[in-house]
């Protein structure tokens, strides 16, 4: 029983070894062949992989102007549009223009609209309340300068 059993065994794997006939030599080219399309597909994706390095290695020496770029654009477009402050200091001598700024009231503001405009901005900044003495010197002179050629 020993014996049948090798035998079978023997039998079961000889399906899948080589025989030594002509049946081999086209089994080597084969394998050649399934050899030279790996070696291809290995060089195809090298490539590829190159490719993709050098494609994201210009992308970032690219990206860093147009990141400046898009930077500063942006910081323009929102100080330019979003703020509704006055941007600038303030003249030698205080004009009406300046004076309206300051207050927010139109250059031809009657004297009751001037007054509550200063009373409101004077609360917020006032030195005894922890505002500048500075500003609260302009708001004063923007009140006077207004008042005094004001109509009512």
């Known amino acids: 029983m020993e014996g049948a059993a090798a035998s079978s065994e023997g039998l079961r794997y000889a399906e899948y070894t080589r025989g030594s006939t002509g049946a081999g030599k086209g ?28 494609a994201g290695r210009y992308a970032f020496h690219l990206w860093k102007p147009l990141e400046q770029a898009m930077t500063e654009t942006a910081k323009r477009i929102l100080t330019s549009s979003l703020s ?53 010197t302009k708001i004063n002179e ?3 300068l207004l008042e005094s050629s004001a109509k009512n």
């Open 27 to 54: 089994q080597a080219e084969l394998d050649r062949g399934l050899v030279s399309a790996l070696a291809r597909t290995m060089i195809a994706v090298g490539l590829g992989v190159a490719t993709v390095a050098f």
């Open 84 to 136: 509704s402050y006055y941007k600038g200091g303030f003249e030698q001598k205080m004009s009406r223009q300046e004076a309206s700024l300051i207050l927010g009231v139109s250059p031809s503001a009657g004297k009751a609209k001037i007054r509550t405009a200063h009373r409101r901005i004077m609360i917020l900044n006032h030195p005894d309340k922890g505002g500048s003495p500075y500003l609260a």
């Open 142 to 144: 923007a009140k006077d």
